[in-house]
């Protein structure tokens, strides 16, 4: 269960005696997340592939194969956030040789990813400005932003979805609905 995102549900569990546990919680004492690590990691993995499928021209997408081929770009991925789902989505989008940006807010994060990715990966510090640039973009649009013990913020909505190309593909690995795309 994501408790996070639903107050009433937590208390109606406290309230009744039940135990459960929120795997998403389960903190080592470096704050390290055990349980959801290996979880984060094969979701990561999957966005790429899953957004890649999407992109193809028989799936409704822009036909456009993420390592392109000779005389051909390769694809722009934009992964909105920089933790272990999205530095594993940019690792395989990067072995593809696509074009690859991580967006972030955590410097510290994107230091780490600048001295661990491969030359096509780029890290970013996310503002509103750098988003949009990177949405106009973006082929595929990878969302992994996960806020400890809360429902992720919403990092872009409807309206921004004008700036993005047609038929691009969106991959949100979330817990809850709509995770850090608004509607």
Do not use: W
Not at 10 to 35: F, H, M, N, R
Not at 109 to 127: G, S
Not at 153 to 164: A, H, T
């Amino acid at each position: 269960l994501h408790l996070a995102a639903d107050r009433k549900l937590t208390e109606v569990l406290v309230q009744s005696g039940t135990t459960a546990i929120g795997y998403e919680t389960v903190q080592t004492k470096d704050g390290k997340l055990p349980l959801l690590m290996p979880m984060s990691e094969v979701a990561g993995r999957m966005a790429t592939q899953v957004g890649a499928s999407y992109l193809e021209r028989h799936h409704g997408g822009r036909g456009v194969l993420l390592g392109g081929v000779p005389g051909v770009a390769p694809a722009h991925i934009t992964i909105l956030g920089g933790g272990v789902v999205g530095a594993n989505a940019a690792r395989i989008a990067a072995g593809f040789q696509a074009d690859v940006a991580i967006l972030d807010v955590n410097v510290d994060r994107l230091r780490y990813l600048d001295d661990n990715m491969t030359a096509n990966v780029n890290v970013l510090f996310i503002d509103i400005h750098t988003l949009r640039d990177q949405l106009r973009l973006a082929d595929l649009v990878g969302g992994s932003v996960l806020i400890r013990g809360a429902k992720a913020q919403c990092l872009f909505e409807r309206v921004d979805l004008r700036v993005i190309k047609a038929r691009s593909v969106s991959v949100v690995v979330a817990v809850v609905p709509g995770g850090c795309v608004g509607s």
